[in-house]
């Protein structure tokens, strides 16, 4: 398996555009995690899906940010407008079930200027 | 979700035993520890978990007393390769959200 795929790897972009980041969970794989890392807050859970459907979205910062999973194969967290402070590493990360294992991806390392 | 306190970084010498522990005084019955490894630009790493006293795979060991109030992460003759964040995770497996911490900056030096 070729493991939870996440594009772009790194985004560089000017405040008040839009970022849309992506993610491919492992396939069979039904919950699916989206996190963000920074060096002031650590690795934070922003929202989690199962079986395509939000579950959690209370780490979710503010309406700037939006999360959809049209299918199991496919997620988008989007930023609009986006702002320096939401400079970050992305992790998306999927699992089987409730209580297993988290596979993450290599993460999208966002730089808004 | 138990929160869990762990040493914010951890230093030491390749071929040595490293062990970190991690206090979680408010684990509950359905409670179980995990850790990770976060190399640095890439995802956390499922090392290993337990319930209780001992389990240990081909990376590491893991140490559990009877009060499940804490744990201790044991790596076995480490190499400059070991060097990364130590996540300890308290979670349930009725519920699938997972409080990471800070992790614990194990640094491994030649």
């Known amino acids: 398996d070729a493991g939870v795929i996440q594009s772009p790897r790194h985004e560089v972009t000017e405040m008040g555009q839009e970022v849309t980041l992506r993610c491919k969970p492992i396939s069979g794989h039904n919950s699916l995690f989206w996190y963000r890392q920074t060096m002031m807050r650590g690795l934070e859970l922003l929202i989690y899906?199962?079986?395509?459907?939000?579950?959690?979205d209370s780490g979710m910062p503010e309406d700037r940010f939006s999360a959809k999973m049209p299918n199991a194969s496919f997620s988008t967290l989007k930023i609009q407008p986006s702002e320096p402070r939401d400079s970050a590493v992305y992790f998306c990360?999927?699992?089987?079930?409730?209580?297993?294992?988290?596979?993450f991806g290599p993460g999208t390392r966002l730089l808004v200027l | 979700l138990a929160k869990t306190t762990q040493p914010i970084s951890m230093d030491s010498y390749e071929g040595q035993e490293v062990n970190i522990t991690c206090s979680h005084n408010?684990?509950?019955?359905?409670?179980?520890i995990t850790w990770y490894q976060q190399f640095p630009s890439q995802g956390p790493r499922f090392i290993i978990q337990?319930?209780?006293t001992k389990v240990t795979n081909e990376v590491a060991s893991l140490f559990i007393p009877a009060d499940r109030k804490s744990s201790t992460l044991s790596l076995p003759r480490v190499s400059l390769s070991d060097t990364a964040v130590y996540y300890c995770l308290v979670r349930s497996y009725n519920f699938n959200k997972f409080y990471f911490g800070s992790g614990t900056k194990l640094n491994v030096k030649p």
């Open positions: 408010n684990i509950a019955t359905n409670d179980y």
């Open positions: 337990g319930y209780k």
């Open positions: 899906f199962n079986n395509n459907v939000p579950i959690d």
């Open positions: 990360a999927s699992n089987r079930d409730r209580g297993e294992t988290q596979y």
